[in-house]
């Protein structure tokens, strides 16, 4: 029996993504237009800034739990979250959850290791970049870590909250993006993570001056692994 997963969304161009890619890719794994079962419930995105610009990962968690409880009354059997900022908050929402969940850092960083990469550039929302999110499960893989400037910071955070989440993508958002890479690579970096999961929708291998790890897929094919290869039941 295949597991159905639960999607605890925030921002709807990450979470759409990820959703697409559970869809899309499930075929490889089970047969053409095959795909788990996939339930998604998400707060209002302003509900979540409201509480991320007073630093109150608390009510963070509070809304992650909201809907981890709705999904599993919906029939979920573990959950993920297709954003990179709100995990946060995972130290107050893991137990008290209902449902057990796959943490978005954890699979970049596994994946970073698996792929023989040694320092891995950071990049996403403010809030992200200045959290221990990535640096904690960067350094438990063996690997080293580097953030942006803090004009960097500033700058590809108002990108993603001024533009990708609204579903602008522009040249110049690119370019931006592709400085800080640069300026990541020169530092020593050889690969970086695109941390949150709306830069996958600008950047990739093909424009990126390092090799990208896109926690968006990424996880959406962990999601799918453990969908089709976990036992059946919760």
Sequence with gaps: MVQHIGIVACSAEGAALCYKTICVEGAALLGP???PEVSLHTHSLADYVVCLDRGD???VAELMLSSAHKLARAGADFLICPDNTIHQA???VLPRSPLPWLHIAEVVAAEAAARGFRRLGITGTRWLVDSEVYPQKIEAAGLAWLRPS???RDETSRIIMDELVQGVFRPEAVAAYQRVMARMKAAGCD???LGCTEIPLIMNDGNSPLPTLDSTRLLARAALERAVRAPSGR
């Design 90 to 92: 995972m130290e107050y």
């Design 57 to 59: 990962r608390a009510g």
């Design 150 to 152: 803090e004009a960097e």
């Design 191 to 193: 690969a970086v993570v």
């Design 33 to 35: 237009h095959a795909h």
